[in-house]
């Protein structure tokens, strides 16, 4: 059977900006701070001719909608006082310096009514990445306090003001932001935008230093054609079934767990196999097994648009469980949906259905198994019984996967076990990460879904870069929760390449290898 085209176009992309972007910039500066203190096309352009890879623009469904600029400078002129039009050259980032060791941060524009899409923290993640991969000493900028004006009367003066505020005291609109995205304050900024009277002309001086470039072992990297974060944030949701009484209701409970999530900074949050058969309770029909699955399916639509919107606007990467997916033939497939915060989605298809799959719900199984490029790096997913099988991890691992994610979905601590002792063997064998998320609760009535039994988990390779035991976090069984782990991408290829073991190099090639055949080619 032929594979359908997957969705692969983006509806949000973080990239570099243009000579083309100009007149939108032009417009978009206007609308944030007036036509008058906007930045003109001049500008625009002389910050993109001395250093054009330091600016980024968010666009979202072909509308510009975010902008930075950045350019490069010497630690003495970072560090030392200054105003924003001498340290910019009057914003035309003129005394950039191509030997410059800090990244300079010198704009951040959001457009008013996308300002609940987390667009500017996109934005600071593109600067960090470009920071790390220039090997830069960190980023510096002036920070706006415009709480200040108002508090003024209260704390005296601005030092006490922003003391207050970095002791966690006070809450300032974008100082406290700047705190919670890892910038340091390192002192204040007088007269750095004199016409900016909220902040009675003050600055933080803010920055943010490359962990890379502190104490880090020199160890060789992942190899990767993009830029790779040290330290990805996974989250696990343990998600309790039961009963609702429409889909509103579903997308609630979906949203809060994303939410949730991306309120703790999680770079991707995964939910369990099969987590809409929930759905089935709304009408709480007396259905066949086989008609009740494909009444699930005419969701579709409504599942695949609401994880995306939710990726998008939460600015987080979902592996949103599975859903089981009528194919064009007829054919009932158990699909994860991937929805990236690009607004982009993939899809993985379980290719091993358990014996109870295939004889109550006639669920027939994928044929292929690919990773999926992420702005973490690729990753893949293996739903349920596939952990079971170690030449699936090992053909998403050879393809380059970091991460391996696991819904499953299993009624009794034996089945559950099975798949959490498989995993923590591909995450070993493999020397990768895997995070796993299961189903707890009841749903009676609801034909073969009847008990559930969950302990999520985020596990690591067994060697001295991960936890002692190989777990990175773990739950309470059969309780709803939510998982958090970071996961260090240097510390894979640490063990890979100088571990106690090192599985991946020690393979024998000359003795064995694993080889994907297509169905095509199994038929001829």
């Given at each position: ?27 978009l ?6 036509p ?24 979202y ?45 010198m ?14 923290q996109?934005?600071?993640?593109a ?8 090997k ?25 003001y ?36 909220d ?18 072992p ?42 949730i ?11 369990p ?38 990726a ?17 033939n007829g ?49 893949g ?14 053909h ?26 498989c995993?923590?063997?591909?995450a ?89 055949t ?7």
């Open positions: 059977m032929a594979k359908k085209n997957q969705e692969h176009t983006p509806k949000l992309l973080v990239r570099e900006a243009t000579p083309a972007d100009v007149p939108a910039l032009v417009d500066t206007a609308r944030v701070y007036t008058e203190w906007g930045h003109s096309a001049e500008m625009l352009r002389s910050q993109q001719t001395h250093f054009p890879e330091g600016q980024f623009v968010v666009e469904e072909g509308k510009i909608v975010g902008y930075c600029a950045t350019f490069r400078v010497d630690e003495a002129t970072a560090l030392a006082a200054h105003t924003w039009m001498q340290v910019t050259g009057g914003g035309m980032a003129s005394r950039h310096r191509r030997d410059g060791n800090w990244l300079y941060g704009e951040v524009v959001v457009h008013p009514d996308y300002r609940n899409m987390r667009i500017g996109r934005l600071y993640q600067r960090k990445r470009l920071c790390i991969d220039l830069l000493r960190g980023i510096v900028f002036g920070g706006r306090i415009p709480g200040l004006a108002r508090s003024i009367h209260r704390y005296g003066s601005a030092e006490a922003v003391q207050a505020v970095v002791e966690g005291k006070r809450r300032d609109p974008t100082l406290s932001f700047q705190l919670s995205n890892e910038f340091e304050v390192v002192g204040l900024l007088r007269g750095y935008v004199p016409s900016d009277y902040s009675l002309g003050y600055a933080a001086h803010l920055v943010w230093r490359n962990p890379q470039l502190l104490d880090h020199d160890i060789p990297s992942i190899p990767s054609t993009q830029r790779l974060p040290d330290m990805v944030r996974v989250a696990s949701v343990q998600y309790q079934q039961r009963r609702i009484r429409s889909f509103e209701e579903f997308a609630t409970q979906v949203e809060y767990f994303t939410d999530a991306a309120d703790y900074s999680a770079d991707f949050v995964t939910f196999e099969l987590i809409t058969l929930q759905l089935l309770s709304i009408e709480n029909a007396e259905l066949s097994p086989v008609e009740s699955i494909r009444k699930l399916s005419q969701y579709t639509p409504q599942v695949k648009e609401l994880f995306s919107r939710l998008v606007h939460y600015n987080i990467n979902i592996i949103a469980g599975s859903h089981p997916t009528e194919q064009a054919d009932i497939h158990n699909v994860c949906y991937v929805c990236l915060r690009d607004g982009s989605i993939h899809e993985q298809e379980k290719i091993h259905p358990t014996p109870s799959e295939r004889t109550v719900w006639n669920i027939t199984g994928g044929d292929t198994a690919a990773t999926i490029l992420t702005d973490c790096g690729p990753i997913v293996m739903i349920c019984y596939d952990s079971e099988f170690p030449e699936v991890a090992r998403l691992t050879d393809q380059g996967a970091l991460i391996l994610f696991v819904p499953f979905c299993t009624d009794v601590r034996e089945g559950y076990l099975r798949v959490r002792y995993s923590q063997a591909r070993i064998e493999n020397q990768c990460y895997v995070v796993l998320s299961g189903n707890v609760g009841n749903l009676p009535g609801v034909n073969n879904f009847d008990i559930q039994y969950g302990q999520s988990c985020i596990l690591t390779p067994s060697d001295f870069p991960f936890a002692r035991d190989g777990i990175a976090a773990d739950s309470t069984p059969n309780i709803e929760t939510v998982l958090f782990a970071d996961l260090h991408l240097e510390s894979l290829a640490r063990a890979r390449n100088a571990g106690a073991v090192q599985n991946l190099k020690d393979r024998r090639f000359d003795l064995y290898e694993t080889r994907w297509r169905k095509s080619e199994a038929k001829s």
